[in-house]
């Protein structure tokens, strides 16, 4: 069974900089497409970026031109680039596989301040 592990979130100024960080384990996700996806307090999870195995990507319109994902499949590990962040992109952040997912793991908390 796979394990999801998000590390990297924190608390940053409107404008800032973060990255995020998903390692596997259990088996190897490099053939699969991997999606970060944000959990707004009381809101649904929403996919913001996903990456398939050779490396295409997809962003949400929120995230077109800010965020940035992009995967080493030698570590097992997937990461998000979240640039010029706002106050709407706080929420806690998840991991999984898009098409296959496995159990969420406990996500990464990204809170932007105004």
């Known amino acids: 069974q796979v394990q999801l592990v998000e590390s990297g979130g924190g608390l940053v100024q409107a404008g800032g900089f973060l990255r995020l960080s998903c390692v596997a384990s259990?088996?190897?996700?490099?053939?699969?497409?991997i999606g970060w996806y944000r959990q707004g307090s009381g809101e649904q999870r929403e996919l913001v970026a996903s990456?398939?195995?050779?490396?295409?990507?997809n962003y949400a319109d929120s995230a077109k031109g800010r965020f940035t994902i992009y995967r080493d499949n030698a570590k097992n590990t997937v990461y998000l680039e979240m640039d010029s962040l706002k106050p709407e992109d706080t929420g806690v952040y998840y991991c999984?596989?898009?098409?296959?997912?496995?159990?969420w793991g406990q996500g990464t908390q990204v809170t932007v301040s105004s």
């Open positions: 259990g088996r190897s996700f490099s053939l699969y497409t």
């Open positions: 990456i398939t195995s050779v490396g295409g990507t």
């Open positions: 999984n596989d898009v098409n296959f997912p496995a159990a």
